[in-house]
């Protein structure tokens, strides 16, 4: 059977057609876990370690080292490697006096870098700008101490689905205290007392949740 310029123009133009439609389907294809490009929200259980030095008042009842309480949190994935989160949560500690809690609050700013995106199991670091609260409230007297921490962390996300992934954070925070306020409610109204203050701390925390990446 001879073999033409007739008889090879039909299969030269199929290859080309099928190699054509190949490529694009391989650089528009989704990583199979995690994200390029876009939000996240997520909501993790929080343990919360205070120091024995974060308590900006010696004076002030002893609180329990360890609490605690949820946080939930938004981000934004700008390249597969570099992501921005903002934090808020609260925790609750004991302390000495029996019905007696402090509530901690805190919020954060973190940029993080991932080190194996696309991949299932995607560890990451993380450094965190923020601020935090510590208050106590009986009766009609209210105690609140408030400063800004910086904080440095590690984590992990775990691929569950495509879309939701398990996330376990830990992290160091050094807290520097500025303000104490002392309340109280009367009959005529609140009676405040505001203190400049100048103090500092730390304390570590343990995050273990789920996030939804869309």
């Avoid at 946080?71 to 925790?91: D, E, K, M, N």
């Avoid at 569950?160 to 005529?188: F, I, P, Y």
């Amino acid at each position: 059977m001879r073999i033409g310029p007739r008889t090879l123009t039909p299969f030269a133009l199929a290859a080309v057609l099928l190699a054509g439609a190949a490529v694009p389907a391989r650089a528009d294809e989704a990583p199979e876990w995690g994200q390029e490009r876009g939000f996240s929200l997520g909501l993790k259980y929080l343990v919360d370690g205070l120091g024995a030095d974060a308590s900006p008042d010696p004076a002030q009842p002893a609180i329990d080292d360890m609490g605690a309480g949820l946080v939930l949190c938004g981000g934004y994935t700008f390249t597969p490697r570099f992501h921005v989160r903002l934090t808020a949560g609260s925790a609750q500690h004991g302390t000495a006096v029996a019905g007696l809690e402090v509530e901690r609050t805190l919020a954060t700013l973190e940029a993080h870098y991932r080190f194996a995106p696309g991949r299932q199991v995607c560890p990451y670091v993380f450094g965190s700008l923020g601020g935090t609260e510590v208050r106590a409230d009986k009766g009609i007297d209210h105690v609140k101490f408030s400063g800004g921490m910086a904080g440095v962390g590690a984590g992990v996300l775990v691929g569950l689905t495509r879309h939701v992934a398990m996330d376990v954070t830990g992290r160091v925070d050094g807290v520097n205290w500025d303000k104490a306020e002392w309340s109280q409610d009367t009959s005529g109204g609140t009676v405040k007392f505001e203190d400049p203050i100048e103090d500092s701390g730390g304390s570590a925390r343990l995050e273990l949740g789920f996030v939804w990446q869309f």
